[in-house]
Each structure stands twice: as C-alpha cells, then as structure tokens.
C-alpha cells in the first residue's frame, strides 16, 4: 500500500484532468476524497447527448462543478437568452466559453449576445462564423467593452461571414482589455482598423492565407 499525503494526491488528481480522475479516484477512499475537489473540475468538455440546455444545468448545479471557469460545448443547443440566463447562474465563475463545433451548434449573433449579457464573469469566447456575422461581432464588443480580454473567431467558407474593418475597429475601440485575438479559416486581407488592436493584443491567423502590408505578419504567426 502507498499512501500519500493529500497535497500529494491533488497534484496528480489535476495532472490527470477532469475524466482520468473519476477512474482514478477509485484507488482508495484517501483518493476519492481528493478527488472530489470541486477545483479539479474547473473546465469542463461538454458532449450532450439532448438539444436543450436543461441536463447541462443540471450538472453545473453540481457541488463537484461549482468551480468551472472553462466550457466547451459541442451538439446543437436551444441556447437563447433563456438558456443563457439558466448558464450564468448555474456557473457564477465561468470565463471562457468555447462553442467552435463540428457538431451543428452555429451560435447565432442573438445567441453569442445573450452569453454575453447573462454570463457577467464571462471575458474569453471562441466561435464559429456559420451563424454569428462581423455585424454581431461589433455587438459583442459594445456589449463586453473592457470585460472581452479573449476572443477566437473561425470563419466559415460556406456562409462567408468574415471581419470586416468596422468590425475591428469595433474591437479596437470599445475592447480596450482585449489581450488576444485568433482568427481561423479562409483567405484574410489586411484591414487598417487592426492597427488598433495590434498595439496591445497578440494577433494570430491561424490556417489563412494572410495578406498584409509591407508583409508585416505571416500566416501562423502571433505579433
């Protein structure tokens, strides 16, 4: 029998991450003590089986999830301001949400403004362009203002929802905490309003064919 003090077993608990460590808890009752540490769950990787929101609400609720400041959603939700609303309060201290999915999910601008709205402690959002448009990424940046700190945009070749240069300037001047912005996906030309952003925010294109100035960035490349 090995036994290890506390502290010990935590630091392994959280090397392992959120889903080795149900296996793992069942080693022994010192470990499984360990292991319900509501901090050793604070990101969480949602994969839902049902469309509304309501099962995920449900596990926020969770003692053992009080602490999630990360989400990752997948499937199609029923998101809305209602859903919304339901999310900021059964996760007061989420920051990040990323809702980039291969699985339908397409947040609309209404949806992305809803989270922003109802998730107060929300300062980082990743999102796919299928539904949400630059016209709803000047919204959220009027909305978040100086809370936006991270934001990551995916652009889709289908719907061909793209920043634009109101849509950065929106960010440049109402985003003034925004420290990271990764954009992903098609062909992207330089636009003036992103000299505005680049002054304090690390900007990466990621998978583009980047066109800029004086060849100043290149694809793949943070500045």
């Not at 929106?170 to 990271?180: D, F, G, I, M, V």
């Amino acid at each position: 029998t090995l036994e290890l003090p506390p502290e010990c077993v935590s630091l392994i608990l959280r090397a392992a991450g959120p889903r080795r460590t149900l296996t793992l808890q069942r080693v022994s009752k010192g470990w499984l003590s360990a292991a319900r540490d509501p901090s050793l769950y604070a990101t969480l990787d949602y994969l839902p089986l049902s469309v509304t929101m309501a099962p995920l609400v449900a596990l926020l609720g969770q003692p053992k999830f009080c602490h999630v400041s990360r989400l990752t959603l997948h499937h199609k939700h029923k998101l809305g301001s209602t859903g919304a609303e339901k999310l900021g309060k059964a996760a007061p201290r989420l920051e990040h949400i990323d809702a980039r999915s291969d699985h339908k999910l397409h947040l609309s601008d209404d949806d992305v403004l809803s989270l922003a709205a109802h998730v107060p402690s929300l300062t980082s959002l990743a999102v796919d362009m299928w539904n949400f448009s630059r016209h709803g990424v000047r919204r959220l940046a009027a909305a978040m203002g100086r809370r936006l700190i991270h934001l990551d945009l995916e652009y889709d070749t289908i719907t061909k929802h793209y920043l634009d240069d109101g849509a950065l300037e929106a960010l440049a001047t109402s985003c003034p905490e925004l420290r990271s912005l990764e954009i992903y996906g098609s062909t992207y030309t330089y636009e003036p309003a992103l000299d505005g952003v680049t002054g304090r925010s690390v900007i990466r294109l990621l998978g583009l064919d980047a066109k800029w100035d004086g060849g100043r960035a290149q694809s793949s490349q943070g500045w």
